[in-house]
């Protein structure tokens, strides 16, 4: 089993002065002590699971091309890119940049977008619910694509690209994975069937969920088995706690617990003791 560290908050101790180095110490700390990725959301107000609007909140790459600086082992990406923050040109380039840039760590985790309010706000695109998921699918298959090295000409509904060309192509082989995040039976899954190398699932109805996404595999012609699967997790205090779950999760197939940990600033020399908890799994 291999754990993900979330960092979903930056309301910490002594505000914007101090934000980056704590920032950094938490990333590496978490390097260090083994986790397999780190990740950011892609939100720029804080969502209200975590507070208020108006709390602290760092724009993801922007974020991500920090921590390639502070890290040296994990991988990097974010928990998970709205598709229509950003054309899927940019965000190729984007996602490749932080490849190259972090010696081939990037992930590219993408969904179909679902805070309205803060889109509104700042004046980003929030179409109706289809024509994000046709945006999705038309994006995973430019990413895919420029990833690849291909430059034909992109003709899709929503997107247009004449040469897609992207140079320096990225480092990871065959490309950054591509992680699908969402558990929307009808059409996520089968976008994670179709397109993705991972998916990132809640830890609700999750057998269930795994079984949907077996027979969208099975109906597309992909091999099931080739899907990381990873799940959404809040550590405790308490890796007993850790290793407990992780059980549970590794007999359904799962291979990555995902997830945030509580004032995680004053905790980094805790992080250890929850890889090692789960490292004979």
């Known amino acids: 089993m291999k754990l993900g560290l979330h960092i979903s908050s930056f309301t910490w101790p002594d505000g914007a002065q101090r934000l980056g180095p704590v920032f950094a110490g938490i990333a590496s700390a978490a390097d260090d002590a083994g986790f397999d990725r780190i990740s950011v959301m892609d ?11 108006e709390q602290e909140m760092l724009e993801a790459y922007t974020a991500l ?5 502070h ?6 990406l974010t928990l998970v890119t709205g598709v229509v923050y950003r054309e899927p040109g940019l965000l190729a380039k984007a996602v490749t940049t932080l490849d190259v840039l972090s010696g081939g760590r990037a992930m590219l985790g993408i969904g179909a977008a679902w805070n309205e309010e803060e889109s509104r706000g700042l004046g980003l695109p929030f179409p109706p619910t289809a024509e994000r998921f046709e945006r999705l699918e038309e994006a995973l298959r430019i990413c895919r694509q420029m990833f690849d090295g291909g430059e034909a000409a992109f003709e899709g509904v929503h997107y247009r690209l004449t040469r897609p060309l992207n140079s320096p192509l990225p ?7 591509i992680l699908v995040g969402g558990g929307g039976e009808k059409k996520t899954l089968l976008l994670v069937a ?11 109805a999750l057998p269930h969920k795994l079984d949907v996404l077996k027979r969208h ?4 012609g992909r091999d099931y088995d080739e899907i990381e699967k990873t799940v959404l997790y809040r550590f405790t205090d308490d890796p007993a706690d850790t290793e407990k779950a992780a059980r549970g999760f590794a007999g359904l197939g799962i291979t990555v617990m995902h997830g945030s940990v509580r004032d995680v600033w004053e905790k980094t020399g805790q992080l250890a003791l929850h890889v090692e908890a789960v490292r004979d799994l």
């Open 43 to 53: 939100h720029v107000w804080q969502i209200h699971v975590n507070g208020p609007p």
């Open 65 to 69: 091309g920090f921590l390639a600086a």
């Open 71 to 76: 890290t040296h082992r994990a991988k990097l």
């Open 171 to 177: 480092l990871s082989r065959p490309r950054p994975p």
């Open 194 to 204: 179709k397109y993705a190398d991972a998916c990132n699932l809640m830890n609700d």
């Open 217 to 220: 595999c099975d109906a597309v």
